[in-house]
């Protein structure tokens, strides 16, 4: 859009308190947060002999931080089921979860796609005759690969996700 010759770009700002997370391909329950979502790139710094004024920098792995899901505590037992398969002895069972975020519009703004991601953690609060709050549940998952779209719709979050010929999983 042009302003006085202008051109003028609307932003569409998320707001933390809007989202949305998908497990089984259908958003299975109402989060109240979602943390830990990062990616940190290893690197080798080296000096060169004679160039005091810089460094070379060698990029390494990605390693993906654990996310945590937290939601109260319902008859809704989607987070355990999937932790019992994962202590059981067999195969364990990795799904993408999308973390779909949105502006006050309410409009999809991003999805956030964990790729491979499995529990590794599962805890209650504690729970007190003398509290009165809700009782909220927690899932950690670890995760191999994070895909980001903009703009992207609901649904889509494969349960049945396999391994390429090369041991990974697709990213796409």
């Not at 996310?67 to 505590?73: A, N, Y």
């Not at 790729?115 to 809700?134: D, E, F, M, N, R």
């Not at 779209?149 to 889509?156: E, L, S, T, Y």
Request: hydrophobic share 40%; with cysteine; charged share 20%.
């Amino acid at each position: 859009m042009a302003d006085n010759g202008n051109i003028v770009h609307e932003l569409s700002y998320v707001t933390a308190n809007r989202f949305y997370i998908e497990i089984e391909s259908q958003i299975s329950a109402s989060f109240s947060e979602c943390s830990g979502l990062g990616v940190q790139v290893d690197k080798e710094v080296y000096f060169e002999g004679g160039v005091n004024e810089q460094q070379r920098i060698f990029l390494k792995q990605a390693k993906f931080d654990d996310v945590t899901l937290k939601r109260g505590i319902t008859d809704d037992l989607v987070f355990w089921n999937w932790v019992s398969t994962i202590l059981n002895p067999g195969k364990k069972e990795r799904r993408n979860v999308n973390v779909l975020v949105f502006n006050q519009s309410g409009e999809t703004m991003q999805c956030w796609t964990l790729i491979g991601a499995v529990p590794v953690g599962w805890k209650t609060a504690p729970l007190q005759a003398s509290s009165s709050t809700v009782a909220i549940e927690e899932l950690t998952l670890a995760y191999e690969g994070l895909k980001v779209v903009a703009k992207q719709g609901g649904g889509g979050a494969s349960t049945k996700v396999q391994r390429d010929g090369s041991g990974f999983f697709p990213s796409n």
